[in-house]
T-cell receptor, first 108, second 112 residues
Framework: QKEVEQDPGPLSVPEGAIVSLNCTYSNSAFQYFMWYRQYSRKGPELLMYTYSSGNKEDGRFTAQVDKSSKYISLFIRDSQPSDSATYLCAMSDNDMRFGAGTRLTVKP | EAQVTQNPRYLITVTGKKLTVTCSQNMNHEYMSWYRQDPGLGLRQIYYSMNVEVTDKGDVPEGYKVSRKEKRNFPLILESPSPNQTSLYFC???????????FGQGTRLTVV
């Protein structure tokens, strides 16, 4: 079993839809949780950063962490074609672990 | 502009021919690391460095070497590349291990 599991998709939604991206993990020591966005032929860029459990909102993006279930989510409201990218979850304590990434396409 | 610069962006080489991928950051970050990205496997850490002259193995270090002689530079060395090292490589830097990582543009390496 991988330490971080993420459904690779691909996920295709119409413009304006609410998108839900998820990761599960097995290491209860993880304290820092991140979501990175990676456009084609680019390096990943940090989208959201959360410490421990709870919710964090930034514009159209909401990150949720449920440590009791070892489950994190990223919600994108009013999705736009410019949100089309691969989304990677990442988490760490002493070591950083990345999910495999979910490829999202938002169709106009 | 804060950035991590990798070179080259694309490289095709033959088995056994030593190569170096350079990485430089201008943010005075302590922590730097190298990852490889393969379909279905995500980002896997090759080596990391917590400061000058301090390097350590990540999850997949076999066949790679690194050095950290200066804070800004962290080159990745493949002494004898093999086809299973064909991959997309990313260098990243961050202030500390658990803070935001800034990634380079990536190096697409093909070993034939």
């Amino acid at each position: 079993q991988k330490e971080v599991e993420q459904d690779p998709g691909p996920l295709s939604v119409p413009e304006g839809a609410i998108v839900s991206l998820n990761c599960t993990y097995s290491n209860s020591a993880f304290q820092y949780f991140m979501w990175y966005r990676q456009y084609s032929r680019k390096g990943p860029e940090l989208l959201m950063y959360t410490y421990s459990s709870g919710n964090k909102e930034d514009g159209r993006f909401t990150a949720q962490v449920d440590k009791s279930s070892k489950y994190i989510s990223l919600f994108i409201r009013d999705s736009q074609p410019s949100d089309s990218a691969t989304y990677l979850c990442a988490m760490s304590d002493n070591d950083m672990r990345f999910g495999a990434g979910t490829r999202l396409t938002v169709k106009p | 502009e804060a950035q991590v610069t990798q070179n080259p962006r694309y490289l095709i080489t033959v088995t056994g021919k030593k190569l170096t991928v350079t990485c430089s950051q201008n943010m005075n970050h302590e922590y730097m690391s190298w990852y490889r990205q393969d379909p279905g496997l995500g980002l896997r850490q090759i080596y990391y460095s917590m400061n000058v002259e301090v390097t350590d193995k990540g999850d997949v270090p076999e066949g790679y070497k690194v050095s950290r002689k200066e804070k800004r530079n962290f080159p990745l060395i493949l002494e004898s590349p093999s086809p299973n090292q064909t991959s997309l490589y990313f260098c990243a830097s961050s202030l500390f291990m658990n803070t935001e990582a800034f990634f380079g543009q990536g190096t697409r390496l093909t070993v034939v």
